[in-house]
């Protein structure tokens, strides 16, 4: 059996996976050292991790308490 081919040229893809990792990062490390509203700390880390970068847009947007 000869093996398939998928298509995806992981050189393209491999600096979209850390930059959505890098940014999961960021609003976690946001979260920890500022308060958040609207939502637990643990909901927002949820939804950021569940949902990149929307997740992430929204919690810097909506969920960060002002400084």
């Not at 998928?6 to 990062?25: D, M, Q, R, T």
């Not at 308060?35 to 929204?58: Q, R």
């Not at 810097?60 to 308490?65: F, M, P, Q, T, W």
Request: aromatic fraction near 14%; glycine fraction near 6%.
């Amino acid at each position: 059996m000869s093996e398939v081919s998928s298509g995806i040229s992981w050189a393209a893809v491999a600096p979209l996976l850390i930059l959505a990792v890098a940014f999961v990062v960021y609003c976690w490390v946001d979260m920890y050292r500022n308060d958040v509203k609207h939502l637990p700390k643990w909901a927002w880390a949820i939804i950021t991790a569940f949902s990149i970068p929307i997740g992430g847009i929204v919690y810097l947007v909506v969920g960060r308490e002002n400084r």
